[in-house]
């Protein structure tokens, strides 16, 4: 089945850029989609179908996705962007979706 | 405003079967597919199941297939999984999410629930 492997973790200080990539075959051909989970919440969509953003979401979060690998930028971190982050695809070969492992971001 | 209410986890047997529902609110159900997502405590998200807007495609994850049955009920803003022979590898939180578009296959998920615990224990 397909998978998507994504760093386990990210650390990087606040005003800074963070990118935390989601590596699949062929992934470019896909659309990616990507949720924060802070503790004890439900996930929330943060970025859909590869670079577009649900409203409400603010625009320091970006997207991108070419060949085997999708990224999640986030922009001027900052504190309250600690979280576990989680790409997503529908795996065509077997009818399902499919989440990345997730990466957990650390602001320094 | 939307939101989703998950209900019926609790502690079940192995081998035993399970019911949950989950029921919807600030939006048209029948505009949208839904899901099920399950999350055990500190690990990652699985995808379980997910049924069209009109229950016309219904998918399920391998690890799910002919134990699990999701269906909804539109009039009721409603969906259930039907969970038998469960193992101890099926406790988990279990969330309940609305599908971006009508299609079980595109968009995404954007409004999910807060989950409800099912502990799979003799």
């Known amino acids: 089945s397909y998978v998507l492997t994504q760093p386990p973790s990210v650390s990087v200080a606040p005003g800074q850029t963070a990118r935390i990539t989601c590596v699949g075959i062929?992934?470019?051909?896909?659309?990616v989609h990507w949720y924060h989970q802070k503790p004890g919440q439900a996930p929330v969509l943060v970025v859909y179908?590869?670079?577009d953003r649900p409203s409400g979401i603010p625009e320091r979060f970006s997207g991108s996705n070419s060949g085997h690998t999708a990224t999640l930028t986030i922009s001027r971190v900052e504190v309250g962007d600690e979280a576990d982050y989680y790409c997503?695809?529908?795996?065509?070969?077997?009818?399902?979706?499919?989440f990345g492992g997730g990466t957990k971001l650390t602001v320094l | 405003e939307v939101q989703l209410v998950e209900s019926g986890g609790g502690l079940v047997q192995p081998g035993k079967s399970r019911r949950l529902s989950c029921v919807a609110s600030g939006f048209t159900s029948d505009d949208y597919a839904m899901h099920w997502v399950r999350q055990t405590p500190g690990k990652g998200l699985e995808w379980v199941s997910g049924i069209s807007w009109n229950s016309g495609t219904i998918a399920y994850a391998d690890s799910v297939k002919g134990r699990f049955t999701i269906s909804r009920d539109n009039a009721q803003n409603s969906l259930y999984l039907q969970m038998n022979s469960l193992r101890r590898e099926d406790m988990a939180l279990y969330y309940c999410?609305?599908?971006?578009?009508?299609?079980?296959?595109?968009?995404?998920?954007?409004?999910w629930g807060q989950g409800t615990l099912v502990i799979v224990s003799s």
């Open positions: 062929n992934i470019g051909s896909k659309s």
């Open positions: 999410a609305r599908g971006a578009t009508r299609k079980v296959d595109s968009g995404g998920f954007d409004y």
């Open positions: 997503q695809v529908w795996d065509t070969s077997g009818d399902h979706w499919v």
């Open positions: 179908d590869d670079s």
